[in-house]
């Protein structure tokens, strides 16, 4: 068992790249089993949110609530600067409403769920990251209304529910959080606890190649269908993902954060909260039904970018540290 978890932790980027690919060309060549795949991507998201939950020691979550720099600055990125940087690049699209809408309702929303997995995989602080996000959550729940009133118009906000943001929250952090607490305190006194951590740990690339091929494999065949109008947006969240990185960067090199709180910061600013507003998408008028898959086609693009920042980030990161001689 110990040889095939150092091998596919020496292989993970590829096996991830392999992953989208199967789930990609599964979705296609399958696309009755979309919606079978549709509702299985939070209860995968769940398990795989338990397995990285259970690697974080609760001690150090509890202590990450006194970074306030750190939590400071996340805040600022993702709700000071990503809001000028999401504005900027709407306006290429704002004679679309149905793909503006859908745009603002993915990049305006930062990610509380794998971001985790991934600021791990990259050597970031994803303990601090983890205490961060009922704060993110709240926060994004209550500026999303004002921030579409504001880039798109009144009429944005009057189809915004707040029950998918709580059924997410709910399924995806607090119930895996709980359960990964409860096996930590059984890992201390039984077999059976060290057994579970021991399991997980070791499981985490396949669970995330799992998660990857699901919600590539649920959605890929509706995005195939209006390919030729969401080719708009491709180039504007490549952008953002681009831009995201440079601001990480520069903020975490402004507050003088660490090393490993930087990354955590620019995986912040870069994921966003698309499977979680994807049902307000779906929830809107007909006439903008464009908007769901605007923001399915930003999943796809953030997670091979997401592939991509894992290895490149920590080389990033670590470098612009070093240069500036600390």
Same mark, same amino acid.
């Given at each position: 068992?110990l040889?095939?978890?150092?091998w596919?932790g020496?292989?993970q980027?590829?096996?991830?790249?392999a992953?989208i690919v199967v789930?990609g060309?599964f979705?296609?060549?399958a696309p009755?089993?979309?919606p079978?795949l549709?509702a /299985?991507?939070?209860? +995968?998201?769940?398990i795989? @949110?338990f #397995?990285t939950? =259970?690697g974080?020691?609760?001690?150090e979550?509890g $202590?990450s609530f006194?970074?306030a720099?750190?939590?400071?600055?996340?805040?600022v990125?993702n709700?000071?600067?990503v809001?000028?940087v999401?504005?900027?690049?709407?306006?290429f699209?704002?004679d679309?409403?149905?793909?503006?809408?859908?745009?603002?309702?993915?990049?305006l929303?930062?990610?509380?769920?794998?971001?985790i997995v991934f600021?791990?995989l990259?050597?970031?602080?994803?303990?601090r990251?983890?205490?961060?996000?009922?704060?993110?959550?709240?926060?994004q729940?209550?500026l999303?209304?004002?921030?579409l009133w504001?880039?798109a118009?009144?009429d944005?906000?009057?189809?915004?529910e707040?029950?998918?943001f709580i059924? /997410?929250?709910?399924? +995806?952090?607090v119930?895996? @959080?709980l #359960?990964?607490? =409860?096996?930590?305190?059984?890992?201390?006194?039984? $077999?059976?606890?060290?057994a579970i951590e021991?399991v997980?740990?070791g499981?985490?690339?396949p669970?995330?190649m799992l998660t990857l091929?699901?919600?590539?494999g649920?959605q890929i065949?509706?995005?195939g269908?209006?390919a030729?109008?969401?080719l708009?947006v491709?180039p504007l969240?490549?952008a953002?993902?681009?831009v995201m990185?440079?601001?990480?960067?520069a903020?975490?090199?402004?507050?003088?954060?660490g090393v490993?709180e930087t990354r955590?910061?620019?995986f912040?600013?870069?994921?966003r909260n698309?499977?979680?507003v994807l049902?307000?998408?779906?929830?809107?008028?007909?006439e903008?039904?464009?908007a769901p898959?605007a923001?399915?086609?930003q999943?796809?693009?953030e997670?091979m970018?997401?592939?991509?920042?894992?290895?490149?980030v920590p080389?990033?990161?670590a470098?612009?540290?070093?240069g500036?001689?600390?």
């Open positions: 068992m040889r095939f978890v150092d596919w020496a292989h980027v590829a096996l991830y790249v992953a789930g060309v979705g296609f060549l009755s089993a979309a079978v549709a /299985a991507t939070n209860p +995968v998201l769940a795989l @949110l #397995a939950f =259970l974080v020691p609760m001690i979550v $202590r006194k970074g720099r750190f939590l400071g600055t996340v805040l990125v709700f000071v600067l809001p000028f999401v504005f900027g690049l709407s306006r699209v704002a679309d409403r149905g793909l503006l809408i859908g745009m603002l309702l993915a990049l929303t930062p990610c509380v769920d794998y971001v600021t791990g990259a050597g970031g602080a994803k303990a990251l983890l205490a961060a996000t009922p704060l993110l959550m709240v926060l729940i209550v999303l209304p004002a921030y504001l880039f118009g009144g944005a906000v009057q189809h915004i707040i029950e998918p059924e /997410a929250f709910v399924v +995806v952090i119930i895996p @959080l #359960a990964a607490v =409860l096996v930590q305190a059984l890992a201390r006194s039984h $077999r059976a606890g060290r021991h997980t740990a499981a985490m690339v669970l995330l091929a699901v919600v590539i649920s065949a509706a995005v269908g209006e030729p109008a969401l708009r491709v969240y490549l953002f993902l681009i990185l440079f601001v990480g960067l903020a975490g090199r402004v507050i003088r954060l490993p955590a910061l620019i912040s600013g870069a994921t698309s499977l979680v049902p307000l998408a779906l929830a809107l008028p007909a903008l039904a464009i898959l923001v399915v086609t999943t796809l693009i997670l970018g997401m592939v991509l920042f894992v290895r490149l080389k990033v990161a470098e612009r540290r070093e500036a001689g600390e």
